[in-house]
T-cell receptor, first 111, second 114 residues
Framework: EDQVTQSPEALRLQEGESSSLNCSYT??????LFWYRQDPGKGPEFLFT???AGEEKEKERLKATLTKKESFLHITAPKPEDSATYLC????????????FGTGTRLLVSP | DGGITQSPKYLFRKEGQNVTLSCEQN?????MYWYRQDPGQGLRLIYY???????QKGDIAEGYSVSREKKESFPLTVTSAQKNPTAFYLC?????????????FGSGTQLSVL
């Protein structure tokens, strides 16, 4: 069964305290791993797509990496505005864009 | 600005009532999707459409119906057959050109049962 598991469920950091969020996947024929940010009461906002093991992408304080079994979202020196739920999703190797979503990691960054 | 517009933001359904959620996009995307989000669960696919006048069931289509008469519009009807409709509903769109398949989401509709 295709599955995406995120950990931890919730993470509380002090401003400037770096950490990583984990996304492990068992998706047959994975053809892409996606990271989204979701603010309360809003739709998810696209962050990154990773396609092959060893690939890395960066955006401001965020860096996403991919191995054959998991992906990490590294947050360097976070700020309170980085507080959100971060969603990971695997794209199955079908003829269209079908994503299997994890349950997300709720990140709270305190000043 | 290009984007996806969902309406209403909040919707209340009475028992036995059908309700329709609106989704409009001006991104010129061919594919559109409906997801349901429940607390503590990942987003689950209800229906998707890759082209006008065609759509397919997702993982949890029972109790829902859709139409795709225009490229820009993909309304979702929550029927009385859906016994647990309370959830946050998200509409999304994408191109169908690999690898630029990222989903663009609307701001969601929170549906509650009276």
């Amino acid at each position: 069964e295709d599955q995406v598991t995120q950990s931890p469920e919730a993470l509380r950091l002090q401003e400037g305290e770096s950490s990583s969020l984990n996304c492990s996947y068992t998706v047959s024929g994975l053809r892409g791993l996606f990271w989204y940010r979701q603010d309360p009461g809003k739709g998810p906002e696209f962050l990154f797509t990773l396609y092959s093991a060893g690939e890395e992408k960066e955006k401001e304080r965020l860096k996403a990496t991919l191995t054959k079994k998991e992906s990490f979202l590294h947050i360097t020196a976070p700020k309170p505005e980085d507080s959100a739920t971060y969603l990971c999703a695997g794209a199955m190797n079908t003829g269209f864009q079908k994503l299997v979503f994890g349950t997300g990691t709720r990140l709270l960054v305190s000043p | 600005d290009g984007g996806i517009t969902q309406s209403p933001k909040y919707l209340f359904r009475k028992e036995g009532q059908n309700v329709t959620l609106s989704c409009e996009q001006n991104l010129n995307h061919d594919a559109m999707y409906w997801y349901r989000q429940d607390p503590g669960q990942g987003l689950r696919l209800i229906y998707y459409s890759q082209i006008v006048n065609d759509f397919q069931k997702g993982d949890i289509a029972e109790g829902y119906s859709v139409s795709r008469e225009k490229k820009e519009s993909f309304p979702l009807t929550v029927t009385s057959a859906q016994k647990n409709p309370t959830a946050f509903y998200l509409c999304a769109s994408s191109t169908t050109d690999s690898p630029n398949e990222k989903l663009f989401f609307g701001s969601g509709t929170q549906l509650s049962v009276l």
